[in-house]
């Protein structure tokens, strides 16, 4: 079994920069792709960026340019580094990882754009 935590959400201003951290504990050597999403309010689930275990990248449109995700195997952590925020990109940030054919969710953390 996989459990996920995840820290660094927060308010921040329009412009302004977060960095997310999900690390997983449990039964961490089966874990394939570990990725990020995110939910605003009345919309759905939505991907914003993704790792495969061998480095390979998927961000989604609104990510590419600003959001860096990246991953240290040995601390089984998935790092999202968030620049040049705007308003929209408020919502609850979820990790999400790959364990065989297993999705496992973290709870989520919020992340408000507000000036």
């Known amino acids: 079994q996989i459990h996920l935590g995840e820290s660094g959400g927060g308010l921040v201003q329009p412009g302004g920069s977060l960095r997310l951290s999900c690390a997983a504990s449990g039964s961490t050597f089966s874990i394939n792709d570990m990725g990020w999403y995110r939910q605003a309010p009345g919309k759905q689930r939505e991907l914003v960026a993704l790792?495969?275990?061998?480095?390979?990248?998927n961000y989604a449109d609104s990510a590419k340019g600003r959001f860096t995700i990246s991953r240290d195997n040995a601390k089984n952590t998935v790092y999202l580094q968030m620049n040049s925020l705007k308003l929209e990109d408020t919502a609850v940030y979820y990790c999400?990882?790959?364990?065989?054919?297993?999705?496992?969710w973290g709870q989520g953390t919020q992340v408000t754009v507000s000036s």
């Open positions: 790792m495969s275990s061998d480095g390979g990248t």
């Open positions: 999400r990882v790959r364990s065989g054919i297993a999705y496992v």
